[in-house]
């Protein structure tokens, strides 16, 4: 494992703090940013987080240790995946953090990083990947964080029967 191998990117994601930490701790959440797996944990410090799924017809179960949690500020957790090619031996695992600055009541820093990497190539697949990763969090919960819409609706039969008839003709 290099440890001396570091990726760090930020982005701005138009939600509350709120908002983001929820997206960065809700299962549900996650696994629409993290290519649909499955996330397991009861983010307490000390307390097991296991990412787990299918990936092209394989499973994997990658596993860590919650280090630190500092509420709608800060995550930090030991990582370490099947994927690497190394051992599941403490050595071998990386560390990731996910840092909270809130800019404005409404726009929310979100830091991501991670230190120790199993090769130089692995490194680089992440760094290269990154932005495109932080831009699909952001969407995730962007799309997440907006509140439905709540208009009036009249729910009487004669004008859902009207609105169905509108839409019969529209197809």
Do not use: C
Not at 144 to 151: A, F, I, L, Q
Not at 160 to 165: E, F, M, S, T
């Amino acid at each position: 494992m290099r440890h001396d191998l570091l990726v760090s990117q930020s982005i701005i994601i138009s939600a509350s703090a709120e908002q983001v930490w929820k997206g960065m701790t809700d299962p549900k959440i996650i696994t629409k940013y993290l290519y649909g797996t499955e996330t397991i944990t009861d983010w307490r410090v000390g307390s097991e987080i296991v990412f787990q799924g299918e990936y092209e017809g394989m499973t994997y179960r990658d596993h860590g240790v919650i280090l630190e949690i500092e509420p709608l500020q800060k995550i930090r957790y030991s990582y370490w995946s099947g994927f690497s090619g190394m051992d599941d031996d403490p050595e071998n695992y990386s560390e990731v953090m996910y840092e909270l600055k809130v800019i404005s009541g409404n726009s929310t820093e979100l830091t991501w990083t991670q230190k120790g990497y199993a090769d130089e190539s692995r490194y680089e697949h992440s760094k290269s990947g990154m932005v495109a990763f932080l831009e699909s969090i952001r969407d995730v919960i962007e799309t997440n964080s907006k509140k439905p819409y709540s208009s009036k609706v009249n729910h009487s039969r004669e004008s859902q029967a009207l609105q169905i008839d509108n839409v019969s003709k529209k197809i």
